[in-house]
């Protein structure tokens, strides 16, 4: 039984560090590690190279960013042991990205983009040994003039998991999310395969499918199809005349990575991701439901991606006391 919970909750914050966070791609498709329940700090660097765009010939596309994230724990773990067994624990979410796009086709000096998001989340162990997951708060993305008056936006996620059987486990819920482009609230339905000690294979469509292998203790291997996107306000100074002062850019990209992860120590872990990432949709719209109102609407073919961080994990997990 303690091991069935361990898996499923591991699998569970996973899931929400992918939803959570794809607004500013801070914990984009992190692995099934007991860490990912622990108070923890996120810092990471990513890049893709300049590409064509399809639609616009000799006009390119790429970018860099920076990102912060940051669990923080509300309050102390409650856990109590008798037959109903319950546990729960809580979290201040607070994630933050810088990123520098290349847009060669806008005139004058190159944007900076901004997002986050700071949401509240329970987790919250059953008598039934299933994990629920709830978590709401709002996010933002802004470009470095509307950031200075910028627009908060909900967001909200739920999850929770069903044993199938002690190899397999059903997970469902619902986000509401810019990480398909523009704001969506989508059903979640996924699983986590446990196929051997040193394979795990998960999906949580339509976000990301992935596999993960562990090498050794102190190292692991990631592979991951996912997509990462967002919308953002975007001031129009003169690049697109005849369009409101304030337009709305929408990105979508696909990623196909694989990510080692080595464990320094106890308490800190580096990771390298690379691949490949598409930009199926670059557009900008006056509408900010990113309707039929695009002005521009493109994408680019598939270039390299390069992504480098580190872990710091301090503190409780709700799993320390189960595990006991």
């Excluded at 990631?222 to 990105?251: C, H, M, W």
């Amino acid at each position: 039984m303690a091991t069935h919970v361990s898996r499923s909750a591991r699998f569970v914050l996973a899931s929400l560090s992918v939803l959570i966070g794809r607004g500013s791609a801070v914990f984009a498709q992190e692995d099934i590690d007991l860490r990912l329940f622990r108070p923890q700090i996120d810092l990471s660097g990513e890049t893709f190279q300049d590409k064509p765009f399809d639609e616009q010939p000799g006009e390119e596309y790429g970018s860099d960013a920076l990102s912060f994230a940051a669990n923080i724990p509300l309050g102390k773990t409650h856990v109590r042991w008798d037959k109903k067994y319950r546990g729960s624990q809580f979290f201040a979410h607070v994630l933050a990205s810088r990123s520098t796009p290349n847009i060669s086709f806008l005139t004058g000096e190159q944007r900076q983009l901004y997002s986050g998001v700071l949401a509240a989340s329970g987790v919250w162990l059953s008598k039934n040994s299933n994990l629920y997951v709830a978590s709401a708060g709002g996010s933002f993305a802004e470009d470095d003039r509307t950031i200075h008056d910028l627009k908060a936006r909900p967001y909200a996620l739920f999850l929770g998991t069903h044993k199938v059987r002690e190899w397999i486990t059903l997970v469902y819920g619902g986000a509401a999310t810019y990480q398909l482009g523009k704001g969506l609230a989508l059903p979640v339905l996924g699983m986590v395969w446990w196929i051997n000690p040193k394979w795990t294979l998960i999906g949580t469509l339509p976000f990301s499918v992935s596999a993960g292998y562990r090498i050794r203790d102190d190292l692991a291997l990631r592979l991951a199809l996912g997509f990462a996107g967002n919308r953002y306000r975007f001031a129009n100074d003169g690049e697109f005349p005849g369009q409101p002062e304030i337009v709305y850019l929408s990105t979508l990209q696909s990623r196909l990575t694989a990510e080692l992860e080595w464990k320094t120590g106890d308490a800190v872990s580096l990771y390298a991701q690379g691949g490949t990432t598409q930009t199926l949709q670059f557009a900008f719209s006056g509408d900010e439901n990113i309707g039929g109102d695009k002005f521009v609407d493109d994408s680019t073919v598939a270039t390299g991606y390069l992504k480098v961080g580190a872990r710091f994990t301090f503190g409780k997990s709700i799993l320390d006391d189960w595990k006991k």
